[in-house]
């Protein structure tokens, strides 16, 4: 597609709940990052994948949450038990960028983000 | 590690004038990318102006302009002409020049632009 496309746009789960996020990249698109943005607050990083490899999960905070990438595409990040402190607006990003390139790319695209209330 | 600074919550600028937002940004890399964002309420990160750090001129790109001081670990914003359509929240970002490197982003400055 033209953008990055995140799914749903919004998201209530009672406290507990398991749930499910997705996002479409640019196609094409080698690099894909998620974060998680809190309320009045700068993104915080959660996790990279370069292709279908996950080479980065040191944000995610908790082993609550888990992200995947099965065929390099699109990606879905998945929060077990959900709790209060989980709500957030995640913002999925793409890239084309694979290597050293002051060209096209060393910009990431976001998408709109899913807003997570947790109640 | 890097971090990034906007010591600016809130800023409001009359329409057609120009205001300047600050960022500092720590960091014992050389080489390294940084980017202006703006986040309008509908959410999505919208890329403003980047500026690579082996660059030394200022990047421009038509009102939008950069302060880059590298050696005082300095990158500011300007916004000339400001226009509504400017208000936003503003984030300053920093990545390393390494593929798949993180952004790093401040805590935001929320513009307000009055008629």
């Known amino acids: 597609g033209a953008g990055v496309s995140q799914s749903p746009r919004y998201k209530v789960a009672k406290r507990g709940q398991d749930v499910a996020l997705r996002c479409d990249p640019i196609?094409?698109?080698?690099?894909l990052f998620w974060y998680q943005q809190a309320l009045g607050q700068g993104p915080e990083f959660l996790t990279y994948?370069?292709?279908?490899?996950?080479?980065?999960k040191s944000g995610l905070p908790s082993d609550r949450f888990f992200a995947e990438r099965p065929e390099g595409s699109v990606s879905t990040l998945k929060i077990q038990r959900t709790q209060q402190e989980d709500s957030a607006v995640y913002l999925c990003?793409?890239?084309?960028?694979?290597?050293?390139?002051?060209?096209?790319?060393?910009?990431?695209?976001f998408g709109s983000g899913t807003r997570l209330t947790v109640v | 590690a890097q971090t990034v600074t906007q010591s600016q919550p809130e800023m409001s600028v009359q329409e057609a004038e120009t205001v300047t937002l600050s960022c500092t940004y720590d960091?014992?890399?050389?080489?390294?990318?940084l980017f202006w964002y703006k986040q309008p309420p509908s959410r999505q990160m919208i890329l403003v102006i980047r500026?690579?750090?082996?660059?030394?001129q200022n990047a421009t790109e038509n009102r939008f302009s950069v302060n880059f001081q590298k050696a005082a670990k300095s990158f500011s914003l300007k916004i000339s002409d400001s226009q509504l359509g400017d208000a936003a929240m503003y984030f300053c970002?920093?990545?390393?020049?390494?593929?798949?490197?993180?952004?790093?982003f401040g805590e935001g400055t929320q513009l307000t632009v009055n008629p």
């Open positions: 990003a793409s890239s084309l960028a694979l290597s050293r390139d002051r060209g096209v790319g060393y910009g990431y695209t």
């Open positions: 196609s094409g698109h080698v690099s």
């Open positions: 994948f370069q292709n279908e490899a996950q080479l980065d």
């Open positions: 960091t014992s890399e050389s080489d390294y990318y």
């Open positions: 500026q690579e750090a082996y660059k030394q």
């Open positions: 970002a920093y990545r390393k020049e390494t593929s798949g490197s993180r952004l790093t």
